[in-house]
């Protein structure tokens, strides 16, 4: 079918031909009202006539009704807010099978929707597009749901209220890392029109820094920690730590990773010197092992600092830096390097050139403004528990099911769950299981080719292309087929559920909610983890040491049992009166220079002292038990 031209047709709108037909009405002829109003004097006729009804679109009928195509909107547009987005080629075989299984006649070549029926689809419905979706982790996507936040926000007011903080933002702190590489992303540059592969030019080192923030809710910053890739204070002579923001603290991990030590020199040298002498003062963070060490919890109850953990996967919604100020960070920080590439094309960013960078960036990003505006966006100050819209719960619908008790203290609280990470195997969907097994496992081969492709298999042809793979499809659950168009329509386009996970005999603790880490029960339970971990370790070295001493001593015994076999008297007889050596018989009527004769005394062997190997000790003191050089040790 080809492509419509410049329509020639309706240059009108329904306004005008109504009022075309109201005036031929009231006694206006035909001619005059069709060159009064521009439109042709047979559509006037038909509409005055009653041939055409007065709410009738224009052209031919579409393939399918009207009311299903609104139907497919909805659904369609529903799957893509809930994460389960429909691309084109899926949405075109989803048609296909509706048709086939209402056997609906279309004009559709082969019962297969085509780019024509697309882009007419979109023409009708302008609220349907094409749009590649932002990534979402599947752990993310679970976390963030209302029963999580609700409970988040019902303790962090509770929190505010009981120790005095609603009037004191400055004393509401938010701390979190994040990782700054050499290599940065050149932004936006201008360029001719129509140029493609535009070069933009980065440095030759792709390692990362890790950066740790802090700010409050009252709109001031702590100096930043920089972790830089090194095992000993050498590693940081290079860098122009002048250059860096005011009251930098530079340290060194090996992978420049953040770390229990490090985690702990934060807040011994940079939190508590810099936020204040009032007390207490709230701090929330996420979950990071870093964060919660014991002595660092300790320290902190110690000098009245409430450490409240975010609930894990929800940092991007509910936590300040990076809801609003590691993302500006990151692209101010790449418009930076690309203007310093672009002035100096002598120089890349390095050990030197680094700290100037980031610190032009830190001062642009860090400003009152952008704090409050973090603080206010994810419902902390002012403490607002309904600021996240329902629309970001939508991913999350897919996985509800019922909720565990949670206790009622802020405290350290786990439910036995599968790997949030392997869902995809943990839980499979349950609904409509035949079409979306088959859609998924052949989909991806599919949309390789658009005419065919193979399928190693020998129930299925060597070449599959859309009809074959509608066939199959169709093939497997056409025996139920439901009764009426919207149960095939919903059994069509469904969202899939997520089941029950299959039992597993060895479950681990998964944290699933906030937790208040300087609570007496959270303490308790990390000091016996703690004392769990050493008792642990103690019974491994033990359990060590008696491997090795086990070995050492099967070591000795099969040396031991090697010497015995080796230094076993000879069973079979031999001449005592001959040099086992040499195989000289010993003359008893020899002059008396004739070699000295001496005999072993275990295989009782003899042998001229002379033929005695001069590898082998042969003091021959007639008080010491003598060996030969086979059966000494």
């Not at 860090?366 to 939508?394: Q, V």
Request: proline content about 7%; aromatic content about 8%.
């Amino acid at each position: 079918m080809p492509r419509k031209s410049k329509n020639i047709y309706m240059r009108y709108d329904s306004k005008t031909l109504e009022d075309a037909v109201a005036s031929v009405r009231n006694g206006l002829s035909y001619r005059k009202a069709s060159k009064k109003f521009n439109i042709p004097k047979t559509t006037i006729i038909d509409h005055v006539s009653g041939r055409i009804c007065p709410n009738a679109v224009p052209g031919k009928p579409t393939a399918l009704p009207r009311k299903i195509e609104e139907e497919i909107v909805k659904k369609v547009l529903d799957a893509s807010e809930k994460g389960f987005g429909v691309t084109k080629r899926q949405l075109l075989l989803k048609v296909a099978r509706y048709v086939k299984l209402t056997n609906t006649q279309t004009p559709f070549n082969k019962g297969i929707p085509g780019n024509d029926w697309w882009r007419g689809f979109k023409s009708r419905f302008p609220e349907v597009t094409l749009r590649k979706p932002e990534k979402l982790s599947t752990s993310r996507s679970r976390m963030l749901n209302k029963v999580v936040v609700h409970k988040y926000f019902e303790d962090l007011g509770k929190i505010i209220s009981d120790i005095d903080l609603k009037e004191h933002p400055g004393r509401i702190w938010n701390c979190d890392e994040t990782g700054m590489s050499y290599e940065h992303d050149p932004v936006k540059v201008i360029a001719r029109k129509g140029t493609k592969n535009l070069p933009g030019r980065t440095t030759n080192n792709r390692e990362n820094i890790t950066v740790l923030g802090c700010i409050n809710a009252a709109g001031a910053c702590m100096p930043p920690m920089f972790i830089v890739k090194g095992k000993t204070n050498r590693c940081l002579n290079g860098f122009a730590t002048l250059d860096a923001p005011n009251g930098t603290i530079w340290t060194y991990q090996e992978r420049a990773w953040m770390n229990d030590i490090l985690g702990q020199e934060w807040f011994n040298n940079v939190f508590l010197k810099h936020c204040g002498p009032d007390r207490p003062q709230l701090l929330i963070l996420d979950s990071h092992g870093s964060h919660e060490v014991t002595e660092l919890l300790v320290k902190a109850r110690a000098n009245e600092i409430y450490i409240l953990a975010l609930p894990p996967h929800t940092t991007h919604h509910l936590q300040p830096l990076d809801k609003g100020i590691f993302g500006p960070l990151q692209n101010t920080y790449n418009r930076l390097c690309t203007e310093f590439m672009a002035d100096h094309p002598n120089h890349i960013i390095d050990k030197t050139t680094w700290p100037r960078i980031i610190n032009a960036a830190w001062n642009k990003t860090m400003t009152p403004t952008n704090i409050l505006s973090s603080f206010r966006s994810t419902g902390i100050s002012p403490f607002n528990p309904s600021i996240l819209s329902d629309k970001l719960y939508m991913p999350s619908e897919v996985y509800n099911k019922p909720y565990p008790d949670t206790p009622t203290n802020v405290t350290e609280s786990t439910i036995d769950i599968d790997n949030l990470e392997n869902i995809n195997t943990a839980d499979p969907p349950i609904v409509n299981l035949s079409f979306d097994s088959a859609m998924s496992t052949m989909m991806n081969d599919f949309i390789q080719n658009d005419e065919t492709v193979p399928i190693a298999t020998s129930e299925q042809p060597k070449e599959l292309n859309a009809q074959s793979l509608l066939n199959h499809i169709i093939s497997e659950d056409e025996t139920e087929i439901p009764t009426t168009w919207e149960e095939t329509l919903s059994n069509i386009f469904n969202i899939p559920s997520c089941g029950q996970s299959v039992p597993k005999k060895n479950k681990s603790k998964q944290i699933t909610c906030h937790r208040l880490l300087t609570s007496d029960q959270v303490l308790q339970n990390k000091t016996d983890a703690l004392k769990e971990k050493l008792r642990k370790e103690k019974e491994k070295d033990e359990r060590k040491e008696k491997k090795i001493l086990k070995e050492q001593e099967k070591e000795k015994r099969n040396r031991e049992k090697q010497l015995k076999s080796k230094c076993k008297p000879m069973s079979k007889s031999f001449n005592e009166n001959e040099c086992f050596i040499c195989l000289i018989e010993y003359d008893h009527d020899s002059p008396d220079d004739e070699p000295d004769w001496i005999g072993c005394d275990k295989c009782f062997r003899w042998m001229h002292q002379d033929c005695v190997p001069t590898t082998h000790e042969n003091d021959f003191d007639l008080d010491v038990p003598f060996y030969c050089h086979e059966c000494s040790p």
